[in-house]
């Protein structure tokens, strides 16, 4: 052995002659124009290799081949047996021919720039695992277009090179995916809330106190504070259980011909009584009562008479399903034209509502003997605790408890609910997502559950 040749020709198993050395300048030259002609026509290009992309690479690959059996064959034969090749002999070659580590690079970008990040993938599943309606987060593209261009047809200008996107740890990335879904759920669908607020209820010992924080009083009727006590109106228990046969509770409609300002002439399900098959809905799936919904309609004559007319068939109703407990009678409201019952609630346009009681009583009359209402005092606590609880877990979306001074067939069971719900000048829309937090409050009150 040759002790004068130096580590790396021992190592190749070759020394290069003079005739070969003359020949690597050319093999080299060719080499480059080969890739410089390659990466023109790839940044030119479409996506989709051309014949002429195909043609050059051939002629690349070619003359990688060559250069390595004309120089080194031990190494040559060895990249082709080990896909990739291995460490060593990559980091040989490119000692010996610092072009060719230029061209590996080049064709190793080339195939990560084909792949889709990691990151881009976690944000993409955040995306289709949140509901944003049609618009697209900003930024991401839409699916099968990962670079965003849009459909990829002809004519189009290819995408801007992105800047390289800086690694993130896996935790900030399942907290991006994390805070997306929760923006989709949050604007589309009903989170009930915990508790906002503690009423303090030693300051409602003051019965004025007490009247200007929950109640608005009719002019035509007057309450005393025997009957708008604190204490009184806490110590009724208004829980019921779910459990049993038959429904636990009734909702109807005094008015059945209420509707909203976008409600559709004829179409029940977009007047109150659509509004009152959402409640029923929410509260057999999400709650767990057995609801009732009476579908009578007394006011499509006249309203004159709607309150007598519905009186015998509810009456009918409660002695057919005497495992009924809560009546509820919902309605919406008349307001003037420039008021809109109306809120935002957690990103939802939410419509405001009132508990209402009659006390069968008048400032003229007095007590009205013919509508005399033995539960009113189980009347006046349900919608009390339906109050407190409202303005402590949704503040502002109730208005003040109304009290008018007739009776509205609230005689019928203790825990009697009046609602006036939106009015006319509010949407669909707005009344439906209010039945959310009223089932909610409502199960806090019949429950006893915080």
């Not at 290069?16 to 020949?23: A, H, V």
């Not at 939106?422 to 199960?443: F, R, Y």
């Amino acid at each position: 052995m040759n002790r004068n040749l130096s580590w790396r020709e021992r190592k190749c198993g070759k020394i290069f002659t003079d005739g070969t050395r003359k020949k690597l300048p050319v093999l080299a030259a060719l080499f480059l124009g080969a890739l410089a002609l390659l990466k023109g026509c790839g940044a030119s290009g479409t996506s989709g290799d051309t014949i002429g992309t195909a043609m050059l690479m051939s002629l690349s690959e070619e003359a990688e081949s060559l250069l390595g059996r004309q120089f080194m064959p031990g190494i040559a034969f060895a990249s082709e047996s080990v896909r990739g090749g291995s460490l060593f002999l990559r980091e040989q070659i490119t000692a010996q021919f610092p072009f060719f580590g230029y061209a590996a690079k080049y064709n190793r970008q080339g195939e990560e720039a084909d792949g889709t990040d990691f990151r881009t993938i976690i944000l993409a599943e955040a995306e289709e695992g949140s509901t944003f309606g049609e618009e697209q987060i900003s930024g991401m593209p839409e699916s099968g277009d990962p670079a965003g261009t849009g459909s990829g047809g002809e004519g189009q200008s290819p995408a801007p090179e992105q800047a390289p996107v800086p690694e993130e740890s896996m935790e900030e990335l399942l907290r991006a995916e994390n805070e997306l879904a929760a923006a989709g759920m949050q604007q589309n669908s009903f989170i009930p809330h915990m508790k906002q607020n503690q009423v303090d209820l030693t300051a409602l010992s003051s019965y004025e106190a007490l009247i200007k924080q929950f109640y608005t009083i009719d002019g035509n009727t007057t309450a005393g504070s025997d009957q708008l006590n604190v204490e009184k109106l806490l110590e009724r228990d208004m829980r019921i259980s779910k459990d049993g046969e038959g429904p636990q509770i009734l909702i109807y409609h005094t008015h059945s011909q209420e509707a909203f300002a976008d409600s559709v002439p004829g179409d029940a399900s977009t007047s109150i009584m659509g509004v009152g098959e959402h409640l029923t809905e929410i509260l057999r799936e999400t709650y767990g009562y057995n609801v009732l919904h009476h579908m009578g309609q007394y006011d499509t004559e006249s309203r004159d008479d709607s309150y007598s007319a519905a009186l015998t068939d509810i009456e009918q109703v409660l002695k057919d399903y005497p495992s009924i407990q809560v009546v509820i009678d919902l309605h919406r409201d008349e307001m003037p034209e420039g008021t809109r019952l109306a809120m935002d609630l957690d990103g939802r346009p939410t419509a405001r509502f009132m508990f209402f009681n009659g006390l069968s009583r008048t400032k003229k009359t007095g007590n009205i003997a013919y509508l005399y209402n033995e539960n009113l005092d189980g009347n006046l606590a349900f919608s009390f605790q339906m109050q407190l609880k409202a303005m402590e877990y949704y503040p502002n979306l109730t208005r003040r408890i109304y009290l008018k001074g007739y009776r509205y067939n609230m005689h019928l069971k203790p825990r009697c609910l009046l609602v006036e719900l939106g009015a006319q000048n509010n949407t669909v829309e707005e009344a439906m997502n209010a039945c959310d937090p009223l089932a909610h409050i409502l199960d806090l009150v019949l429950s006893g559950e915080e």
